[in-house]
């Protein structure tokens, strides 16, 4: 069993940054592979980044390519993502990851655990 808990969403000024970051309890953490998804009102679940268990490997949407930075620290148990240069269309609830069966998360990863999220607004 794992346990994902996010945090860090907020109000942002588009064109400012933020940091989510995702704690993970239960199995061994840095032996999988992490990903972040988000979900803005009235869309479909997207995938957003994904990271290897080493963090030797990452992977982005186009969409946030760029501006967006996927990392972790496996001494701490947390992934993080950077996020830069923030649009308003990039307003969406941000969820945390986690593909147990495989040690990089991509865009095809089944999902085994999930967060509950975190809010994160861009103004414009």
């Known amino acids: 069993q794992v346990q994902l808990v996010e945090s860090g969403g907020g109000l942002v000024q588009a064109g400012g940054s933020l940091r989510l970051s995702c704690a993970a309890s239960?199995?061994?953490?840095?032996?999988?592979?992490m990903g972040w998804f988000r979900q803005a009102p009235g869309q479909e679940r997207e995938f957003v980044a994904g990271?290897?268990?080493?963090?030797?490997?990452?992977l982005y949407a186009d969409s946030v390519k760029g501006r967006f930075t996927i990392s972790r620290d496996n001494a701490k148990n947390t992934v993080y993502l950077q996020m830069n240069s923030l649009k308003p269309e990039d307003t969406a609830v941000y969820y945390c990851a986690a593909d147990t069966d495989t040690t990089v998360f991509t865009p095809r990863s089944r999902v085994d655990y999930w967060g509950k999220g975190t809010l994160v607004t861009v103004s414009s």
């Open positions: 239960g199995r061994t953490f840095s032996r999988y592979g």
């Open positions: 990271i290897s268990w080493s963090g030797g490997t990452t």
